[in-house]
C-alpha cells in the first residue's frame, strides 16, 4: 500500500471542514478533505449565516454567491393549515437582531442555507486544486511527533489507502468519533430533551404560500398538526415536527404513513406527496474540552455542539475555521512556530463554551413549545454571540485585564486588541475596512505612512486611511493620529499602539515574533 502525502487532512464535509479547507487554500495551504458522505448535503440544515461569518465569505471571494442565493432573511409566519388565508408572522426576525446594523459591510444576517454554502465552498476549495474526497472514511488515525498516520477507506468498494499528513482537522460532526480516539473529553448537557423527527418529502406545497419570498418557512400549529415546512430544493421539502417521550410517543410512531397523514392534515387539502427519508434527530448541547490534541484540532460540532436556536452551529464552525486556518497556513509555511497553533483552543474554546451555552435559549424554542434550558438573565444579547468577544491569547498583545469570566466580552468594536476590527466604510462606500485586511498581517494607520512602512517587516502590509475617511477611523478606534492597529489574518486586532511609538521598528517586531510564537 503506497502512502500519499498530505500537509492537512480534513476528516468531514460539512461547514466546519469544508471552510477550514477553503481557508487554507486562500492562505496558501493544501489540504485533503475525505467525507464519507457520497455527495454534497441535499438538506438545508442551517439556513442562515450571520454577519461574521459572511465576512469570512467574502473575505473568500464569495460574498457574490452568497449573496445570489436569496433573500436577507426568509418570512416565517405561522397557520392554522396551509391552505389558510390568516397568516401571523411566528418570529420577528428584525428584533432579535435589532441594533447589529452598522457593524459589517455584510448583511447582519443572510439566508443562504447548508445545502447551498456546502456547493459553493465545494467549487472554491477545488478551483484551487484542492481535493474534496466523497465516498471515503477516516478508518484508522495515529499521531507521532513528526505528523499524523491515517488509514483512509473507500466506502463502495472498502478499498483502503494510507496517508500521512502534517496535521489533522477532525470536523466530523457532533458524535465526533475523533474527538473519542484522541481521548478528548467532552462537558455540557449532552442530548437536549427536545425530540424532533424531520420528514422530507416531495409536493407542491409551496402553491398554497406564493406570496412569501424565497426560503421562507410556515409554521402550521391546530388541535391535530404543530410543525414547520422548510424548503430544500425545488419542491423538495422538510416538515419538522416533535414528539414527546413523556407522553408514550416515540419516534418509531412516525412510519410512511404517518407522516403523509400528518403532512396533509397540515396542508389541509389532499395534494400528490413522496415521502423522501424519515428522519429523528435530538439537539446537543456539548463542547470538546480541549481544542487540540497534539497535532489534531477539532473544529465545528466535533468540537462545539449547540442547538440551533441561537447562535446557530454552522456559524461558530466557520469562524473556528477562520481562526484556525491562518495559524496552521503560518506554522506550515514556517512563518510562525507551533507553540501558536495551542492559541487555537484558548481563544476559540471560551467562544464554543459560551455560544453553545447562549443556544439553550432564543425564540425558536418558545416557537416548538419547548421550555428554554437557561434562566433569561445568564441570555447575552446576539452582539455578544455574533461579534462581541475579545480573544485572550499569546496570540493578541494587551494591557488591559478582562472584564469578565471568559469569554471577555466587550460592548463595542474600537480596535481593541483581540476583538475584530471595526468596520467602516471608506472610499464613499466603495470598500470596508475589512477589505484592508489581507492574506499576512496588515498594519492600519491614518498618518506616518512611510515611518509605518519602514518599521514594518515584509511580513506586514501597511495600509493608510485616506484623509477624508481619517475623522471616522479616529473616531471608532479612539487612536490618535500616528497610532496603529496590527491585525491579524481572521481581522482580529494583535496589537495597538496608541500613538507612534519612539522606536516603532523595534516596537512592531517584538509584537510581531510574540504573536507567531518564533
Ligand atoms: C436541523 C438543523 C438545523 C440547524 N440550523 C442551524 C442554523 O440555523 N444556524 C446554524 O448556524 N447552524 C444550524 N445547525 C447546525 C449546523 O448544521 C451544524 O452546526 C453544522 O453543520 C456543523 O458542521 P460540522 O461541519 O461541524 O458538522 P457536520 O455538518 O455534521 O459534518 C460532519 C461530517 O463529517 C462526516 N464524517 C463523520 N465521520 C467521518 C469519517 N470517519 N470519515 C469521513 N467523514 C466523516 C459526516 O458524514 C458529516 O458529513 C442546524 C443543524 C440542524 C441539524
Not at 467574502?58 to 426568509?74: I, K, N, Q, Y
Request: charged share 20%; with cysteine; hydrophobic share 40%.
Amino acid at each position: 500500500m503506497t502512502t500519499q502525502h498530505t500537509p492537512v487532512l480534513i476528516v468531514g464535509a460539512g461547514a466546519a471542514g469544508l471552510a477550514t479547507a477553503a481557508l487554507l487554500a486562500k492562505h496558501g495551504a493544501e489540504s485533503l478533505v475525505v467525507e464519507k458522505r457520497r455527495e454534497v448535503f441535499r438538506y438545508p440544515k442551517a439556513r442562515n449565516l450571520s454577519f461574521r461569518t459572511l465576512e469570512v465569505l467574502r473575505g473568500l471571494g464569495l460574498a457574490d454567491e452568497v449573496h445570489a442565493v436569496g433573500a436577507a432573511t426568509p418570512d416565517m409566519v405561522v397557520k392554522p393549515a396551509l391552505n389558510s388565508a390568516e397568516e401571523l408572522p411566528a418570529i420577528d426576525i428584525a428584533a432579535i437582531f435589532a441594533g447589529l446594523e452598522g457593524l459589517s459591510p455584510e448583511p447582519v444576517i443572510q439566508y443562504c442555507p447548508q445545502s447551498r454554502l456546502e456547493p459553493i465552498l465545494v467549487r472554491h476549495i477545488r478551483n484551487h486544486r484542492n481535493e474534496v474526497r466523497y465516498g471515503t472514511e477516516l478508518a484508522a488515525v495515529d499521531q507521532d511527533a513528526s505528523g499524523v498516520s491515517s488509514v483512509l477507506r473507500d466506502v463502495d468498494s472498502g478499498e483502503t489507502t494510507s496517508i500521512r499528513s502534517d496535521y489533522l482537522v477532525a470536523a466530523d460532526g457532533v458524535h465526533s468519533h475523533l474527538r473519542d480516539v484522541l481521548g478528548i473529553s467532552a462537558s455540557g448537557r449532552g442530548a437536549l430533551p427536545i425530540y424532533v423527527v424531520f420528514i422530507y418529502f416531495r409536493g407542491p406545497w409551496q402553491r398554497f404560500v406564493p406570496h412569501l419570498g424565497d426560503g421562507a418557512s410556515v409554521q402550521v400549529k391546530n388541535t391535530d398538526v404543530d410543525g414547520i415546512f422548510v424548503p430544500a430544493d425545488g419542491d423538495l421539502c422538510v416538515f419538522i415536527t416533535t414528539y414527546f417521550p413523556d407522553r408514550g410517543q416515540t419516534a418509531g410512531e412516525f412510519t410512511e404513513q404517518r407522516c403523509r397523514d400528518l403532512i396533509l392534515s397540515a396542508v389541509g387539502e389532499p395534494i400528490e406527496i413522496e415521502i423522501i427519508d424519515i428522519a429523528p434527530w435530538q439537539p446537543y448541547q456539548r463542547v470538546a474540552d480541549s481544542f487540540v490534541c497534539g497535532r489534531a484540532f477539532l473544529v465545528g460540532d466535533a468540537a462545539h455542539a449547540m442547538p440551533p436556536f441561537r447562535a446557530g452551529g454552522a456559524n461558530v464552525a466557520v469562524q473556528s475555521a477562520d481562526n484556525l486556518a491562518w495559524k496552521l497556513a503560518a506554522v506550515l509555511h514556517g512563518q510562525a512556530g507551533p507553540e501558536l497553533l495551542t492559541t487555537y483552543h484558548d481563544e476559540r474554546h471560551p467562544v464554543g463554551a459560551f455560544s453553545s451555552r447562549q443556544s439553550l435559549t432564543g425564540p425558536v424554542l418558545k416557537l416548538l413549545d419547548i421550555d428554554a434550558e437557561l434562566d433569561a438573565d445568564e441570555e447575552e444579547p446576539m452582539f455578544a454571540l455574533l461579534a462581541g468577544h475579545r480573544y485572550r491569547s499569546a496570540a493578541v498583545i494587551s494591557d488591559t485585564a478582562p472584564t469578565s469570566a471568559p469569554p471577555d466580552l466587550v460592548t463595542d468594536l474600537r480596535g481593541q486588541p483581540g476583538t475584530r476590527i471595526p468596520h467602516l466604510w471608506l472610499e464613499d462606500g466603495r470598500l470596508s475596512t475589512l477589505d484592508l485586511v489581507g492574506t499576512g498581517f496588515t498594519l492600519l494607520t491614518a498618518e506616518n505612512r512611510d515611518t509605518w512602512a519602514s518599521a514594518a517587516s515584509e511580513h506586514i502590509a501597511v495600509q493608510t486611511i485616506s484623509d477624508e475617511d481619517r475623522e471616522a477611523w479616529l473616531c471608532s478606534t479612539g487612536l490618535s493620529p500616528s497610532g496603529a492597529l496590527l491585525v491579524r489574518p481572521d481581522s482580529f486586532v494583535a496589537w495597538r499602539a496608541e500613538s507612534l511609538p519612539p522606536d516603532p521598528t523595534a516596537e512592531l517586531s517584538r509584537a510581531l515574533h510574540t504573536i507567531m510564537a518564533s
